[in-house]
């Protein structure tokens, strides 16, 4: 989920290489793709019979083409106008709302209408989760193609938990266009001020004021104006002590290249000077761990948004792994007195110790903790010392077919993938492995994304894994976001 982080919508479908090209971008950046319906557009009624997972309510046209309609709920009628209309589908606005959801309420933040950061913030926080639910369901169904059977029984399990709603995001992504900091708005890249932010902690908010006055004082503001400043995006961390670092992540100007450099120098002077001693000597900053009395990641590191994450998932997967290692039908496992994990995606090690945690004292546990990106190995390292020896910066796809290839697999495994997963051809290969050895194997499969969790899971139930457990975190509060944290087991194979 390292992208997952940041839920804020980001554009990085133009890189302009000659001025002319930075022009058109920034004409593009002010220009809204969907602009507010003309008071004279044709209106009609509309019945909607669902809610899409990306929020939006679902209907039909008198045409018969499916229409998608943002800002509106499943089992509302409304008034609508067409926004826009192709050969299959459609898209449309809200007017008027004549019959209202029970999961409708008024939306808590004053930016809600125009920021594109929280999508749902017209449905209760209740009914969110009732939606998140949901959609984990149908999106198994639709997408993951799981066995009935299967769908049942993770229905019947599911669990379901929801972090604070407000205040609780501890690192965001800011856009600043030269007089604006705040988000991109709803289907645009204008930028909406974030003032008031609902799910930014204090600490954030605290310093976007501060930001934003020294950004458009007098001698900053004239350089950007003269380089032509498009879009400045803008990283900031919440840590642990209630300050916040800042990390210089894109810039984009009409004046070219040369002044697009000028701009980067300039603020990463700036940020360097804003950070101060809260980037210590190794590189690294402080955020707050409920284990551990010191945990380091880089400025630019991964970190779970929501400020109560880290001990939520930890207990969640403690308290699971622990009850399905003492099950009879793992006494396998039980009875080896050293066990192999691996800690796929670990990041800075938010769960690389947990293996050891449930294995207890009387088991020798060699976790390798695998992630593409130094920074965060040399983080872990620190980290967890005792963990430093197998943790390794590797390809996590290439790690797996190695160790396949191999034949050196582990008894408990712990993925926390990116938001596109780890794709069903490496996790085909590695559940068919698995079920070769004669051991049994633990999975913990930790997504921020449905349909990858869908689709990378299913490898795993076609071979035969059982699923011990099942629980939906929603701890992106006001967006369509969830984080589902699963685990699997298999007996190990017969020994004929």
């Known amino acids: 989920m390292h992208e997952g982080v940041l839920q804020f919508r980001a554009c990085r479908e133009f890189i302009p290489q000659q001025s002319s090209e930075a022009l058109n971008w920034s004409l593009l950046l002010r220009k809204d793709t969907h602009s507010p319906p003309s008071t004279s557009a044709p209106t009609f009624e509309l019945e909607l019979h669902d809610t899409a997972t990306d929020g939006r309510g679902v209907g039909r046209l008198a045409n018969g083409k499916v229409v998608f309609v943002e800002g509106a709920l499943g089992g509302e009628v409304i008034t609508a106008t067409l926004l826009n209309e192709t050969s299959t589908m459609a898209d449309a606005q809200v ?126 503001s004239d350089v950007f104006r003269a380089a032509g400043l498009v879009d400045m995006q803008i990283e900031a961390t919440a840590l642990k002590n209630e300050t916040v670092t800042l990390w210089l992540k894109d810039v984009r100007c009409t004046g070219g290249n040369a002044t697009e450099a000028k701009i980067r120098d300039l603020m990463h002077s700036f940020v360097k000077q804003w950070n101060g001693r809260q980037i210590d000597e190794r590189g690294f900053i402080q955020i707050g761990h409920p284990d551990l009395e010191s945990f380091s990641i880089a400025p630019q590191g991964f970190l779970q948004p929501h400020r109560d994450a880290m001990e939520l998932y930890r207990t969640e997967i403690t308290k699971q792994l622990k009850a399905l290692v003492r099950s009879p039908a793992l006494e396998a496992l039980q009875n080896k007195r050293t066990w192999t994990a691996w800690d796929l995606y670990c990041g800075a090690g938010a769960f690389s110790d947990l293996p050891g945690k ?104 076609d071979a035969s894994f059982q699923m011990h457990s099942l629980a939906l975190f929603d701890c992106f509060t006001h967006t369509m976001h969830a984080e589902i944290i699963s685990i699997f087991w298999y007996p190990g194979a017969e020994v004929k």
């Open 95 to 220: 007017v008027s709302v004549s019959k209202k959801s029970d999961m409708r309420q008024k939306p808590p933040c004053r930016q809600a209408a125009q920021c594109g950061g929280c999508q749902l913030q017209h449905v209760t926080p209740t009914s969110q989760l009732t939606l998140k639910k949901q959609w984990l369901v149908q999106t198994l169904r639709r997408i993951g193609q799981w066995p009935v059977e299967h769908i049942n029984s993770a229905g019947r399990m599911l669990r379901c938990e929801q972090g604070i709603t407000s205040r609780y995001r501890q690192r965001v992504r800011w856009h600043f266009n030269g007089k604006e900091l705040g988000f991109f708005a709803r289907r645009s890249h204008s930028v909406v001020s974030a003032e008031g932010c609902l799910i930014v902690a204090p600490p954030l908010e605290r310093a976007r004021a501060e930001l934003l006055a020294r950004l458009t004082a007098t001698d900053m």
């Open 358 to 461: 449930v294995a207890g004292n009387s088991r020798h546990v060699t976790t390798w903790s695998v992630e593409g990106v130094s920074a965060a190995i040399n983080a872990l390292k620190w980290n967890h010392p005792s963990l430093a020896a197998q943790a390794t910066v590797d390809d996590v796809r290439e790690f797996i077919a190695a160790r396949v290839r191999a034949g050196e697999l582990p008894d408990m495994l712990m993925c926390d993938p990116p938001r596109d997963g780890i794709g069903a051809p490496t996790a085909r290969a590695l559940a068919t492995a698995l079920t070769k050895k004669t051991t049994p194997t633990v999975i913990v499969w930790i997504a921020c994304d449905m349909a990858s969790f869908a689709r990378d899971t299913k490898p795993f139930l």
